[in-house]
């Protein structure tokens, strides 16, 4: 199972409205309504931001949304804030029923 | 509150065996999916597999398939990941991470993760 494609780096100014995409295959992606996103600080554990494709868990900010158009996922972050800047990684579930991640993106306040 | 207390660095030579610890609490051990997940240093994250807690069942992506066994100990609520013959490249942060409240297809408390060290 080949890891899903984001782009490795996007950076953006306070306050813009940023977003990561995620693609993968009709096989994880694009079949199944299980794609989440994880948010990771610099030496912390990863941190659930969406899933599901599109739903925030509680305490997340709203700031945050997540879609899907075909075999690409896509992260939206309005209203960009400084301690946004993270690494940031999708994951699908799989037809093998598997789990595969995104090679992640880090995102930077420009 | 959910917690997951992994246990603590290793450092292992080329061709052992690592066994890492997750110690679950604030809720019922058996009723959620427990998976690892590594990440190499400044890599990004990989999925390694999950265990069924009731019923000890695994399942393991082709990649660790024979080299990977996932166990656990309800009596005192702890999952186990053990990595064999392990290489340079198996050097790693190793999370354990619970399946979603709301469902099975995400990850919604992490360990604080293992890093483990494979060096001669």
Redesign the interface.
């Known amino acids: ?1 080949s ?1 899903l494609t984001q782009p490795a780096s996007v950076s953006g100014s306070p306050g813009q409205s940023i977003t990561i995409s995620c693609t993968g295959t009709s096989s994880d992606v694009g079949g ?1 309504n ?1 794609v ?1 996103w ?1 948010q990771q600080h610099p030496g912390k ?4 931001m969406i ?2 494709v599109t ?1 925030r ?1 509680s305490g997340v900010s709203n700031r945050f949304s997540g879609s899907r158009s075909g075999n690409t996922a896509s992260l939206t972050i309005s209203g960009f804030q400084a301690e946004d800047e993270a690494d940031y ?1 999708c ?1 699908s ?1 799989t037809s ?9 993106t880090k995102l930077t306040v420009l | 509150q959910v917690q997951l207390v992994q246990s603590g660095a290793e450092v292992k030579k080329p061709g052992a065996s690592v066994k890492v610890s997750c110690k679950a609490s604030g809720y019922t051990f058996t009723g959620y999916y427990m ?1 690892w ?1 590594r990440q190499a240093p400044g890599q ?4 390694m597999g999950r265990i069924n807690p009731n019923s000890g069942g695994t ?1 393991y ?2 990649k660790f398939q024979g080299r990977v066994t996932m166990t656990r100990d309800t009596s005192i609520s702890t999952a186990y990941m053990e990595l064999s013959s392990l290489r340079s490249d198996d050097t790693a942060v190793y ?1 354990c ?1 619970r399946d ?1 409240e ?2 099975p ?4 408390y ?4 293992t890093l483990v060290t494979v060096s001669s």
Do not use: C, I, R
């Open positions: 199972q890891a199944y299980y989440s994880y554990a990863p941190k659930l899933y599901d739903k868990p990684y994951s579930y093998s029923s598997t789990w595969v991640f995104g090679g992640g | 998976h997940v990004g994250l990989e999925w399942n992506p082709q999370y991470a979603g709301l469902g297809y995400y990850l919604d992490w360990g604080q993760g």
